[in-house]
């Protein structure tokens, strides 16, 4: 399908390993993005048409030649403004942040949440210290989109939430999930506190089980760092701590598969399973 004739006016072929747009996009898909405002870079057909599903305004796509069959395929979704930059496989390669690239990226402009998106009658939370696997952090945004959370708070010292790799682990619930990051967990706690969260702290012994528990009003997970687990000051301070009872050859789960339990106890105990 042909974009709009507005929209091939902003077509550019790029040759030059320095274009602008080629450090642009190299840097978002490397590492986090510098502020709040930075554009996300999201590569690969399937996020780029997760971010345009999810309503997101891409300021540029950048395409090689044989992902040029990628473009038809969006079709609609793409806005008749978009900035389209095409490629050479090899630059495209020299940008992307995956060892086998599709020959598609995007820079989106990301979601801006506010502490009241996360919050509500029925706020069931995930609050993550020390999760330093972008990873783990994707794949724990993705199963609190999947079974009903409310949104995530990624405390300073966490992989940004925002970041390349966690975007792709992700797949796409990074977009639409209410979204919250770089708080100091104290601070967190406190305002979870005030708005009237029940917080429970995950931890590997002395916790109750997630089915001794009740996770039906509105509530807090908080899930640690995968060698340490969370700071004794944070355990200390919360409600409650659960821990998931393990085969005694296993000392514990890492952070995404611990908070998807806890989180799908919860949608259970909410009726949200069919």
């Known amino acids: 399908m042909p974009l709009p004739a507005n929209a091939r006016a902003k077509n550019e072929r790029i040759e030059s390993r320095e274009n602008r747009w080629l450090k642009r996009f190299r840097a978002a898909l490397e590492g986090p993005p510098p502020n709040d405002r930075a554009p996300l870079g999201v590569e690969g057909p399937r996020l780029v048409d997760e971010a345009l599903r ?146 429970f702290a995950a931890v590997a012994s002395e916790g109750r089980s997630p089915v001794e528990l009740k996770f039906s009003s509105p509530c807090a997970f908080w899930i640690g760092s995968e060698g340490s687990g969370l700071p004794g000051d944070v355990v200390r301070s919360t409600d409650a701590s659960v821990r998931i009872p393990l085969r005694a050859t296993v000392d514990s789960l890492n952070a995404a598969t611990a908070a998807s339990v806890l989180l799908y106890e919860a949608a259970r105990q909410r009726g949200r399973l069919v």
């Open 54 to 199: 999810s309503g997101l305004t891409p300021e540029a796509v950048l395409v090689s030649d044989s992902g040029e069959r990628h473009v038809a395929r969006l079709g609609r979704r793409l806005p008749p403004s978009l900035r389209l930059l095409r490629t050479s496989n090899r630059l495209f390669a020299s940008v992307a942040g995956t060892e086998t690239p599709q020959g598609i990226a995007a820079l989106i402009e990301p979601p801006h949440w506010r502490l009241a998106d996360l919050l509500g009658s029925a706020a069931l939370v995930v609050v993550l210290v020390g999760v330093q696997d972008p990873g783990n952090v994707g794949t724990i945004v993705r199963a609190a989109e999947a079974l009903g959370a409310s949104g995530l708070f990624s405390c300073v010292g966490s992989a940004h939430p925002f970041g390349a790799k966690a975007v792709r682990a992700s797949a796409g619930s990074i977009f639409r999930l209410p979204v919250l990051a770089g708080s100091p967990p104290l601070d967190v706690l406190a305002e979870l506190r005030r708005r009237g969260l029940f917080q």
